[in-house]
């Protein structure tokens, strides 16, 4: 069963600012099977980007993601005020589905 | 617009069973794609539960897969979860969600339940 660990455990930013959130595998994730989901605080998570890197539909281009193998990562381009929330990776692979611990974005 | 909610009793007690059912609208279980049970200990991150596809065919977590069947009724349209044995631990916020297209991912989701374990 592949481990997903996010990095860091919490952000302090503020609105406007660029944030790059990590998620690192313990072995190779096969076929970029890696998502991205945020969860506000009483709602059920959001799919934000599937596939490693494709926006899920409504997602803006504000969100993007990148990697490949162990190394994933979420990036931000202008943090607005409804972005301040819980990320979480999740991965696919031999028919079983792991999420990261999440990393939470707080407003500085 | 397809939407799911989840039903179930919020109090169990210790050493006996949870179970919880999805209702879902605006699409048919029957005409495809997976469906899924995720949880959320208060505080704490996400743990997938388990997955079945409207022909029966299932995955579970292997930490949970001997306490845990998930069923699916494509005449009622809702599918189901059953974990035996619970303990403290198991306090969580249930969310059934459906899987994408691919059946990697979960791109619709209920607003969750809060079932709490205890005596």
């Known amino acids: 069963e592949i481990v997903l660990t996010q990095s860091p455990g919490t952000l302090s930013l503020s609105p406007g600012e660029r944030v790059t959130l990590s998620c690192r595998a313990s072995?190779?994730?096969?076929?970029?099977?890696l998502a991205w989901y945020q969860q506000k605080p009483g709602q059920a998570p959001r799919l934000l980007i599937h596939?490693?890197?494709n926006r899920a539909t409504g997602i803006p281009d504000r969100f993007s993601g990148s990697g490949s193998g162990t190394d994933f990562s979420l990036t931000i381009s202008r943090l607005e005020p409804g972005d301040f929330a819980v990320y979480y990776c999740?991965?696919?692979?031999?028919?079983?589905?792991?999420f990261g611990q999440g990393t939470k974005l707080e407003i500085k | 617009q397809v939407q799911l909610q989840e039903s179930g009793p919020g109090l169990v007690k210790p050493s006996e069973t949870l179970s919880l059912t999805c209702g879902v609208s605006?699409?048919?279980?029957?005409?495809?794609?997976?469906w899924g049970w995720v949880r959320q200990p208060p505080g704490e991150g996400l743990e997938w539960i388990a997955t079945?596809?409207?022909?029966?065919?299932?995955y579970y977590n292997p930490s949970l897969k001997s306490r845990v069947t998930i069923s699916v009724d494509t005449s009622n349209n809702q599918f189901s979860l059953t974990l035996t044995s619970v303990t403290a631990a198991d306090t969580a916020v249930f969310y059934c969600?459906?899987?994408?297209?691919?059946?990697?991912?979960?791109?619709?989701w209920g607003q969750g339940t809060l079932v709490t374990v205890s005596s």
């Open positions: 079945i596809h409207h022909s029966g065919s299932t």
């Open positions: 072995q190779s994730v096969h076929n970029y099977y």
């Open positions: 605006g699409y048919s279980i029957s005409s495809g794609y997976w």
């Open positions: 999740q991965q696919y692979g031999s028919s079983v589905y792991t």
């Open positions: 596939d490693a890197f």
């Open positions: 969600a459906r899987h994408d297209y691919s059946g990697y991912y979960f791109d619709y």
